[in-house]
């Protein structure tokens, strides 16, 4: 029984406690959160420990992992501070915001064989993997092209999107990550464009773009299509597709139920996307606790990691830059 412990009793972090609760292979040690009330609602309901502090999380003895849903900005140091104690980690994305901090982070922890998972929970799908072994298995022939939609239902708080870092370090990131997952190979080379259709005058004074779309070429020559919007009237628009000489893999949005309406009306009349991630992705985000678990119990090192974060970091930095510049950006150049 691998005993994990949640820092951050945010919407993420509350997610991921009734996850870890729920598998038969774990159990969650407690819980922990700068903002009281928020952790103590969460102990209270599950029945765990709510601790004083991340320090008390790290020495203690009844913890045997930890999982990261704290703010962004604490997310390098409390990697550090687990590795330095040997617990296993399971941290959300982004690493940082910054890629000095992730490089730092980097040195700091290298050498290190204390297994980093790091959240990317697309991978996680079972239609997006789905697509990645249609693949990896050859169905497709040689692949290339993959594209990947990802718009959502509406415009986070303006305070959010103020400190999230801009769209392709919050929002393209997964999809960043998606690209090298269904590929298997890294990205070279990076041409970015942005608008500001839905928030204009926030987007502005945030230097941020709400509307973007992105061509990545891989090592290889391969091509990925991506095209991000953070509103989209109809819900929670999450598409993955792969083109090869030998055929195509769809991974096709999810609905509350796939029952359709035929009248003299209309023809096909579905069930509204679902609306929110947690519920679109629930569960993926059960089986990433899965693979974590799996993981480490095996004394193996998950298979999205710490690079993968930086990575896709890289990748932000290299569309922000393309778009600033006008040009396709080698991502040798952030690197």
Do not use: W
């Not at 040009?327 to 040798?332: D, I, M, N, Q």
């Amino acid at each position: 029984m691998l005993n994990i412990a949640v820092l951050g009793c945010g919407r993420i972090g509350r997610m991921h406690a009734d996850n870890i609760a729920a598998h038969p292979d774990a159990a969650l040690a407690g819980v922990y959160d700068i903002h009281a009330p928020a952790a103590d609602e969460v102990s209270q309901k599950l029945e765990v420990k709510n601790f004083a502090s991340a320090e008390e999380i790290m020495a203690s003895k009844e913890v045997d992992a930890v999982l990261i849903a704290t703010s962004t900005a604490t997310h390098a140091d409390l990697i550090e501070a687990a590795v330095a104690v040997g617990k296993p980690i399971l941290c959300e994305k982004p690493i940082d915001l910054s890629l000095d901090r992730v490089n730092l982070c980097a040195q700091r922890i290298a050498g290190s064989d204390v297994p980093i998972m790091l959240g990317f929970v697309r991978r996680f799908d079972p239609g997006h993997r789905a697509v990645r072994n249609a693949i990896a298995e050859g169905k497709l022939g040689d692949l290339r092209q993959v594209i990947i939609s990802s718009r959502d239902p509406a415009i986070a708080p303006d305070a959010y999107i103020e400190a999230s870092g801009g769209i392709f370090r919050d929002m393209t990131i997964h999809d960043f990550d998606m690209a090298r997952f269904q590929t298997g190979e890294d990205i070279a080379e990076v041409f970015a464009t942005g608008s500001r259709f839905v928030a204009p005058a926030l987007m502005e004074r945030c230097g941020d773009y709400d509307t973007i779309s992105v061509i990545l070429r891989t090592v290889s020559g391969k091509q990925v299509l991506i095209n991000n919007s953070r509103e989209a009237a109809y819900g929670h628009d999450q598409r993955v597709e792969a083109f090869g000489g030998a055929g195509m893999a769809i991974s096709e949005n999810r609905r509350n139920h796939m029952a359709t309406v035929h009248t003299a009306a209309g023809t096909n009349l579905g069930a509204p996307l679902q609306h929110f991630f947690i519920d679109r992705y629930a569960e993926a985000f059960a089986n990433e606790i899965g693979a974590f678990v799996t993981a480490v119990e095996n004394k193996a090192q998950p298979e999205v990691g710490f690079e993968d974060g930086r990575q896709a970091l890289i990748i932000a930095e290299a569309a922000f830059k393309s778009i600033a510049e006008g040009r396709a950006v080698k991502v040798e150049e952030i690197a």
